[in-house]
């Protein structure tokens, strides 16, 4: 069986980070994107983050564009967005697709272990979330319009 640990992704930065770095811990990770109506989620990510941080929660975004075009930043122009309008100090990774034949790795993985409404294992929208236990295995998915403080409770439970 597959876990975080079998993957890696680009940073925002270009280095090549392997997930088996965040194996013991509580990870949110979400498909994120600047130009969205839920956008403003951002806020309650880092909420999250700077809550339960030292709890063993970890929150990793992944920019992408595939849906209306809304990250056409590239990576720079992303990361200061994120710091500049939400101050977010989470990890943050390059940009990527998470459907199609170009999907990153990580989210076909994601997208098969824990598939959404009606067996659907395509994402639907940026702000698509996945919550991954402390051994690395999805554990729930959480629609976009899921906000970060109502699945506060799950991500508790999980620390």
């Known amino acids: 069986m597959a876990s975080i640990a079998d993957f890696s992704a680009h940073d925002i930065h270009g280095k090549e980070r392997s997930l088996s ?27 999250l983050y700077n809550d339960l941080g030292e709890r063993g929660l970890v929150v990793l975004g992944f920019p992408c564009n595939q849906f209306g075009a809304q990250e056409p930043g590239d990576e720079a122009a992303i990361e200061s967005f994120c710091q500049t309008q939400y101050g977010v ?52 998915r959480y629609a976009p319009n899921a906000t970060p403080d109502s699945i506060r409770t799950d991500i508790e439970a999980l620390l």
């Open 89 to 140: 100090s989470f990890p943050m990774f390059g940009k990527i697709e998470v459907n199609g034949q170009q999907a990153h790795p990580l989210f076909e993985w994601l997208k098969s272990s824990m598939p959404g409404v009606l067996g659907t294992e395509a994402i639907k929208w940026n702000f698509t979330k996945f919550l991954v236990n402390r051994q690395g295995l999805v554990v729930k």
């Open 21 to 47: 770095d965040y194996l013991g811990k509580v990870v949110l990770i979400v498909n994120v994107a600047s130009r969205c109506g839920f956008t403003g989620q951002y806020a309650g990510l880092q909420q």
